[in-house]
C-alpha cells in the first residue's frame, strides 16, 4: 500500500461512562464512573485507527464536555491531513490549542494505531519495542478508613496481585494508621506502593516516608504539590523510600525540569499527561540516559488505553513497574481485543497489527457522539 495521498477521512468521538464496581478515591477526588473520550481516524486508505483518554478535571482540567468541544475543532483540521505523519499532527494540534494533553492523547494513540497497521507490526515492535519481560500489574486500594483499606489489601493480596499500591494524602497520623492496620493484615513480605497525590506539605511528607521506611515499599508517588516541584528534592534527600514524579511531570520539559534539581528517583509515565506516545518517548529516552526507571500508568481508561501503555512499555529496559489496574475496576468492558489479564495479574499483549484493540460499535451505538468529514 502506498502512503501517497494517505488522508484522514473521517474523525468519530464518542463519550463514554462506565459504572466502577465501587468508588475510586484519591486525596484529590472520588469518582463512581470511568469517563472516557473513545476517538476513530478513518482513512481514505481504509485503515481505522482507535484511541481512549480518561479525562480528569483536578489533574489535567478536562472532562468529556472540553475533550468533545476541543476534540471537535482539533479534528477539523486533521482532516485531509497525512496520519502517518504524527510529527506533524502533533504540531498541529499544539499549534491550535495549549494544554488539553487527555483529548490530544486520544489522537496521538489512534494515530500510532494506524501507522503500526499501515507498517504490518504490533504496535509494540512499530515504535523499536520487543517483548521478553514480565508486565504484571499492580492493584490500588483506594483512601479510606483502616480498616477497609486492611480488607481490599488482604483481598488482593489473595487475588494474586504482585504488589499493593496505596492512596494516601490526608494527614500524618491517619495515613501512618492506614499504613499499620494494612501491614498487620497481610505482612510484611508483600510490597507496597504509595500515592499520596500531592496531598502532604513538605514536613509532612518527611515526617511520614520516614515514619514508614521499614514497611517495605517500593516508593511514594508525588508526595507534596505539583507547584512546589522545588522542595522535591528536601524530600527525597531525608526519605529512604524512593520518590516518584507524576502530576508533576507531564511533558519532556517537565522532566528535564525535574531531573535537572535532581527532584526524583522514578517519573510515572502517562499517555493522558503527555500528550499520547510521542512525547511520552520523549521523557522515556531522556530518563534512559540518566539511568532512571519508570512506572508506566494511566487514568481511568479502559483497556483500550492500556493496550496503547502497555505496548509503549514494551519500548524500555527502564520502565519497571506498571500500574494496569482500573479496567479491572469497571462493571463493564467494550473492548474487543486488547491486553487481557493471566495468572498473577501478568499482561498479555496482542501480536496481531496496530494497536490490537478497538470497541464495540453496538456499545458505540449507545453513547453520546459526533462525526467530523
Given at each position: 500500500?502506498?502512503?501517497?495521498?494517505?488522508?484522514?477521512?473521517?474523525i468519530?468521538?464518542?463519550?463514554?461512562?462506565?459504572?466502577?464496581?465501587?468508588?475510586?478515591?484519591?486525596?484529590?477526588?472520588?469518582?463512581?464512573?470511568?469517563?472516557?473520550?473513545?476517538?476513530?481516524?478513518?482513512?481514505?486508505?481504509?485503515?481505522?485507527?482507535?484511541?481512549?483518554?480518561?479525562?480528569?478535571?483536578?489533574?489535567?482540567?478536562?472532562?468529556?464536555?472540553?475533550?468533545?468541544?476541543?476534540?471537535?475543532?482539533?479534528?477539523?483540521?486533521?482532516?485531509?491531513?497525512?496520519?502517518?505523519?504524527?510529527?506533524?499532527?502533533?504540531?498541529?494540534?499544539?499549534?491550535?490549542?495549549?494544554?488539553?494533553?487527555?483529548?490530544k492523547?486520544?489522537f496521538?494513540?489512534?494515530?500510532?494505531?494506524?501507522?503500526?497497521q499501515?507498517?504490518?507490526?504490533?504496535?509494540?515492535?512499530?515504535?523499536?519495542?520487543?517483548?521478553g519481560k514480565?508486565?504484571?500489574?499492580?492493584y490500588?486500594?483506594?483512601?479510606?478508613?483502616?480498616?477497609?483499606?486492611?480488607?481490599?489489601?488482604?483481598?488482593?493480596k489473595?487475588a494474586?496481585?504482585?504488589?499493593i499500591?496505596?492512596?494516601?494524602?490526608?494527614?500524618?497520623?491517619?495515613?501512618?494508621?492506614?499504613?499499620?492496620?494494612?501491614?498487620?493484615?497481610?505482612?510484611?513480605?508483600?510490597?507496597?506502593?504509595?500515592?499520596?497525590?500531592?496531598?502532604?506539605?513538605?514536613?509532612?511528607?518527611?515526617?511520614?516516608?520516614?515514619?514508614?521506611?521499614?514497611n517495605?515499599?517500593?516508593?511514594?508517588?508525588?508526595p507534596?504539590?505539583?507547584?512546589?516541584?522545588?522542595?522535591?528534592?528536601?524530600?527525597?534527600?531525608?526519605?529512604s523510600i524512593?520518590?516518584?514524579?507524576?502530576?508533576s511531570?507531564f511533558?519532556?520539559?517537565?522532566?528535564?525540569?525535574?531531573?535537572?534539581?535532581?527532584?526524583?528517583?522514578?517519573?510515572?509515565?502517562?499517555?493522558?499527561?503527555?500528550?499520547?506516545?510521542?512525547?511520552?518517548?520523549?521523557i522515556?529516552?531522556?530518563?534512559e540516559?540518566?539511568?532512571?526507571?519508570?512506572?508506566?500508568?494511566?487514568?481511568?481508561?479502559?483497556?483500550?488505553?492500556?493496550?496503547a501503555?502497555?505496548?509503549?512499555?514494551?519500548?524500555?529496559?527502564?520502565?519497571?513497574?506498571?500500574?494496569?489496574?482500573?479496567?479491572?475496576?469497571?462493571?463493564?468492558?467494550?473492548?474487543?481485543?486488547?491486553?487481557t489479564?493471566?495468572?498473577?495479574?501478568?499482561?498479555?499483549?496482542?501480536?496481531?497489527?496496530?494497536?490490537?484493540?478497538?470497541?464495540?460499535?453496538?456499545?458505540?451505538?449507545?453513547?453520546?457522539?459526533?462525526?467530523?468529514?
Amino acid at each position: 500500500m502506498s502512503s501517497n495521498n494517505f488522508q484522514i477521512t473521517q474523525i468519530e468521538i464518542y463519550q463514554s461512562r462506565i459504572k466502577l464496581k465501587e468508588p475510586f478515591k484519591i486525596s484529590l477526588e472520588t469518582n463512581e464512573f470511568a469517563d472516557s473520550i473513545f476517538l476513530i481516524i478513518q482513512t481514505g486508505a481504509g485503515i481505522t485507527g482507535f484511541g481512549e483518554c480518561s479525562p480528569d478535571m483536578v489533574i489535567q482540567g478536562e472532562n468529556l464536555d472540553t475533550c468533545t468541544m476541543i476534540g471537535k475543532l482539533i479534528a477539523k483540521n486533521l482532516i485531509g491531513r497525512n496520519p502517518l505523519d504524527i510529527k506533524e499532527c502533533h504540531r498541529l494540534m499544539d499549534a491550535l490549542v495549549y494544554g488539553n494533553t487527555s483529548i490530544k492523547s486520544a489522537f496521538d494513540i489512534a494515530l500510532y494505531d494506524i501507522a503500526s497497521q499501515y507498517s504490518g507490526l504490533p504496535l509494540y515492535a512499530f515504535l523499536g519495542g520487543k517483548k521478553g519481560k514480565i508486565i504484571a500489574t499492580d492493584y490500588t486500594i483506594s483512601i479510606d478508613n483502616p480498616v477497609k483499606m486492611a480488607n481490599d489489601a488482604l483481598k488482593t493480596k489473595e487475588a494474586g496481585f504482585p504488589v499493593i499500591k496505596v492512596k494516601l494524602g490526608e494527614n500524618e497520623k491517619k495515613d501512618i494508621e492506614r499504613i499499620t492496620v494494612i501491614r498487620k493484615s497481610i505482612g510484611y513480605e508483600m510490597p507496597l506502593r504509595l500515592d499520596a497525590n500531592q496531598g502532604w506539605d513538605t514536613q509532612t511528607a518527611i515526617t511520614i516516608l520516614s515514619t514508614l521506611a521499614d514497611n517495605n515499599i517500593q516508593f511514594c508517588e508525588e508526595p507534596i504539590p505539583r507547584w512546589n516541584y522545588m522542595d522535591l528534592p528536601m524530600v527525597r534527600y531525608q526519605s529512604s523510600i524512593p520518590i516518584m514524579a507524576d502530576e508533576s511531570c507531564f511533558d519532556r520539559h517537565d522532566a528535564k525540569r525535574l531531573i535537572d534539581i535532581k527532584a526524583c528517583d522514578y517519573f510515572n509515565i502517562k499517555p493522558g499527561k503527555s500528550s499520547g506516545l510521542f512525547d511520552a518517548i520523549n521523557i522515556i529516552r531522556m530518563s534512559e540516559k540518566e539511568g532512571m526507571h519508570m512506572q508506566m500508568g494511566g487514568f481511568i481508561e479502559s483497556r483500550l488505553g492500556f493496550t496503547a501503555a502497555a505496548h509503549l512499555a514494551l519500548i524500555s529496559d527502564h520502565i519497571i513497574f506498571y500500574d494496569f489496574d482500573t479496567p479491572l475496576m469497571m462493571e463493564s468492558d467494550p473492548v474487543i481485543g486488547g491486553i487481557t489479564y493471566g495468572e498473577n495479574a501478568r499482561i498479555n499483549i496482542p501480536d496481531v497489527p496496530g494497536l490490537g484493540a478497538e470497541i464495540d460499535i453496538k456499545y458505540l451505538e449507545k453513547c453520546p457522539g459526533i462525526v467530523i468529514n
